[in-house]
């Protein structure tokens, strides 16, 4: 994962780039780089080649464009628009080389719990456990609570330092970790207004939006808190039917976390687990569009412990 870089590996990922995508603030598409690509190719690898070496990103890698995308709502409601984030494309291709190399470790260190971003994994796996789930205990009148609980601006909100102290105790090299590093070093933003950029501002927190290694860095952030989860006695979570006393306790899709408990007691631990987990990270559980709801011999209950 460490070795020196290459024309193929940077080639492959300027191929598989999205086309017809806004560019950053250079203005310079993957269209461009495409089409001069026999003479730029081996100047761009000797510029990232340069950037992991001396650990100091180009000005055009550091900085992207902000704007925002109206959603619905009050126009005056900063929470009705989303912010979207336009890179460049040299960064974004050192980025994408650094993520098709951390794939391929991903899932060795993730749990199968976590299906987002995992080679291998889908989604379909998290919302076919939780129907075969409910099936189950409403046929038998087991009693089951599925919890489904969301992070507030979960991207936004991570705290670096507890990542990269995450990628050291997984096993990922100082060197590694050094390369992602250079990725934030100076990172900032301008907002774009009416076509006019902004002062640049610093970024201290989160994952970069729009980087190809932004999802892969959050999944591996999100270990530490499922792994405390299915680690600790006092969550129980669900007897799986013909499994010989395997019992699954949650499954998640990056920042969402759905827990399957048969005790209250379990709930009350796992929202323990989740505070300790918050005060380490920098996550915030966002209460309004967290959810709990009973099936099986629970069917009716409205009342959620803690």
Same mark, same amino acid.
């Given at each position: 994962?460490?070795?020196?870089?290459?024309?193929?590996?940077? =080639?492959?990922?300027?191929?598989?780039?999205?086309?017809?995508?806004?560019?950053?603030?250079?203005?310079?598409?993957? @269209?461009? $780089?495409? !089409?001069? &690509?026999?003479?730029?190719?081996?100047?761009?690898? =000797?510029?990232?080649?340069?950037?992991?070496?001396? /650990?100091?990103? /180009? +000005?055009?890698?550091?900085?992207?464009? #902000?704007? #925002?995308?109206? !959603? !619905?709502?009050?126009?005056?409601? #900063?929470?009705? &628009?989303?912010?979207?984030?336009?890179?460049?494309?040299?960064?974004?291709?050192?980025?994408?080389?650094?993520?098709?190399?951390?794939?391929?470790?991903?899932?060795?260190?993730?749990?199968?719990?976590?299906?987002?971003?995992?080679?291998?994994? *889908?989604?379909? &796996? %998290?919302?076919?456990?939780?129907?075969?789930?409910?099936?189950?205990? =409403?046929?038998?009148?087991?009693?089951?609570?599925?919890?489904?609980?969301?992070?507030?601006?979960?991207?936004?909100?991570?705290?670096? @330092?507890?990542?990269?102290?995450?990628?050291?105790?997984?096993?990922?090299?100082?060197?590694?970790?050094?390369?992602?590093?250079?990725?934030?070093?100076?990172?900032?933003?301008?907002?774009?207004? %009416?076509?006019?950029?902004?002062?640049?501002?610093?970024?201290?927190?989160?994952?970069?939006?729009?980087?190809?290694?932004?999802?892969?860095?959050?999944?591996?952030?999100?270990?530490?808190?499922?792994?405390?989860?299915?680690?600790?006695?006092?969550?129980e979570g669900l007897l799986v039917p013909g499994s010989g006393g395997l019992r699954v306790k949650?499954?998640? $899709?990056?920042?969402?976390?759905?827990?399957?408990?048969?005790?209250?007691?379990?709930? #009350?631990?796992?929202?323990?687990?989740?505070?300790?987990?918050?005060?380490? *990270?920098?996550?915030?559980? %966002?209460?309004?569009?967290? *959810?709990?709801?009973?099936?099986?011999? &629970? +069917?009716? +209950?409205?009342?959620?412990?803690?």
């Amino acid at each position: 994962m460490e070795a020196p870089i290459t024309l193929e590996e940077v =080639e492959n990922a300027l191929k598989r780039m999205g086309k017809g995508k806004v560019p950053g603030m250079d203005g310079l598409p993957a @269209e461009f $780089y495409l !089409k001069f &690509w026999g003479i730029l190719g081996p100047v761009v690898l =000797e510029v990232l080649t340069a950037v992991l070496e001396t /650990g100091v990103p /180009g +000005r055009s890698m550091a900085v992207g464009v #902000l704007s #925002l995308l109206y !959603k !619905k709502g009050d126009t005056a409601d #900063l929470s009705n &628009w989303r912010p979207l984030t336009m890179l460049c494309v040299d960064y974004k291709i050192l980025a994408k080389v650094m993520a098709d190399r951390l794939r391929t470790a991903l899932p060795y260190v993730v749990h199968e719990d976590q299906t987002c971003g995992v080679e291998g994994r *889908s989604i379909r &796996w %998290n919302l076919q456990l939780i129907r075969d789930s409910i099936a189950w205990v =409403e046929d038998r009148s087991l009693p089951l609570m599925v919890a489904a609980l969301d992070q507030a601006k979960a991207f936004d909100r991570v705290s670096r @330092e507890f990542l990269f102290r995450v990628l050291g105790r997984l096993g990922f090299s100082d060197r590694f970790i050094k390369w992602i590093k250079i990725l934030y070093v100076g990172a900032g933003c301008r907002v774009s207004i %009416n076509s006019h950029l902004g002062d640049v501002f610093g970024l201290s927190s989160g994952v970069r939006q729009g980087c190809p290694l932004s999802a892969l860095l959050f999944v591996l952030y999100m270990e530490p808190l499922a792994a405390a989860i299915r680690a600790d006695a006092g969550v129980e979570g669900l007897l799986v039917p013909g499994s010989g006393g395997l019992r699954v306790k949650m499954t998640q $899709y990056a920042d969402d976390t759905t827990l399957l408990l048969c005790k209250d007691s379990c709930l #009350l631990r796992s929202l323990d687990i989740i505070g300790d987990f918050t005060r380490a *990270s920098g996550a915030v559980l %966002n209460l309004a569009k967290s *959810s709990v709801k009973y099936f099986g011999r &629970w +069917r009716g +209950r409205t009342d959620v412990p803690g």
